[in-house]
C-alpha cells in the first residue's frame, strides 16, 4: 500500500519556486518525511527529510502540515538542472528501508 | 563526501551466467542496500545488511544472493541470470538518516 500520494507530473519555469506536495494522511507520529530525486541515469539523491517543524538546507525547504498529513517541498528558484523525479518518502527513524513510490517527474523549462 | 562505487555501469550477460554486482563504500556505513529499478515499477529493495555476514530479505529477494564478508563491500550475486532480470541495479549506503546511492549498474541478460 502506497504511504504517500504525489502528483504525476508537474512543470516549473526556471528561475520560479517550484512546489511539490505529497500526502500522507496515514503518517505515525514516530515517521519522518523524507524527500528524494533522481536525475535520469543517476542514482537517487537525498534532499532533506523532517518530522513536524519545518525545515531548509542548501538545496530545498520542507513545509510540513501542523498534522502533518501533508507536505510541500520547495526548490526557491529552479534551475534546468533541478529537471528530475521527485519521491516523498515516510519512513520511521533509525535505519529502516526506503520504500520508493512512482514520484513527481519535475520538468523545469526556460 | 560520501562515495558509493559500483563496479560496473552497463554489463552484458547471457542468459544461465553467474552474476556479480560488487558494490563499496567509503564512509563506514554499517548499512548497505540493493535495489532494483524497473520502468513503471520504481525502485524495489532486493536485499540489505545491517552489519558484515548479516542480510535481510527485501521486497524481491528471488534470483538473488548477497554477501557481505567486509563493511565496506556489499555484493550481489545472480546464480543462474534470467532475461528477467534484466534491469538498474542500484546500490546504498546509510547512516542514521539519510542514504546514499551509487551510480547504478544497467544489466542486460540475453
Known amino acids: 500500500d502506497a504511504k504517500t500520494t504525489q502528483p504525476t507530473s508537474m512543470d516549473c519555469a526556471e528561475g520560479r519556486a517550484a512546489n511539490l506536495p505529497c500526502n500522507h494522511s496515514?503518517?505515525?507520529?514516530?515517521?519522518?518525511v523524507y524527500w528524494y530525486r533522481q536525475i535520469h541515469s543517476q542514482g537517487p539523491q537525498y534532499i532533506i527529510h523532517?518530522?513536524?517543524n519545518n525545515e531548509t538546507n542548501e538545496m530545498a525547504s520542507l513545509i510540513i502540515t501542523e498534522d502533518r498529513k501533508s507536505s510541500t517541498l520547495i526548490l526557491p528558484h529552479a534551475t534546468l538542472r533541478d529537471t528530475a523525479v521527485y519521491y516523498c518518502?515516510?519512513?520511521?527513524?533509525?535505519?529502516?528501508?526506503?520504500?520508493f513510490g512512482k514520484g513527481t517527474m519535475l520538468l523545469v523549462s526556460p | 563526501d560520501v562515495k558509493v562505487t559500483q563496479s560496473s555501469r552497463y554489463l552484458v550477460k547471457r542468459t544461465g551466467e553467474k552474476v556479480f554486482l560488487e558494490c563499496v563504500q567509503d564512509?563506514?556505513?554499517?548499512?548497505m542496500f540493493w535495489y532494483r529499478q524497473d520502468p513503471g515499477l520504481g525502485l524495489r529493495l532486493i536485499y540489505f545488511?545491517?552489519?558484515?555476514?548479516?542480510?535481510e530479505k527485501g521486497d524481491i529477494p528471488e534470483g538473488y544472493s548477497v554477501s557481505r564478508e567486509k563493511k565496506e563491500r556489499f555484493s550481489l550475486i545472480l546464480e543462474s541470470a534470467s532475461t528477467n532480470q534484466t534491469s538498474m541495479y542500484l546500490c546504498a549506503s546509510s547512516d542514521r538518516y539519510e542514504q546514499y546511492f551509487g551510480p547504478g549498474t544497467r544489466l542486460t541478460v540475453t
Open positions: 523532517g518530522l513536524k
Open positions: 518518502i515516510v519512513r520511521d527513524s533509525g535505519y529502516s528501508t526506503l520504500t
Open positions: 564512509m563506514d556505513h554499517e548499512n
Open positions: 545488511s545491517y552489519d558484515v555476514k548479516m542480510k
Open positions: 496515514t503518517i505515525s507520529g514516530n515517521e519522518y
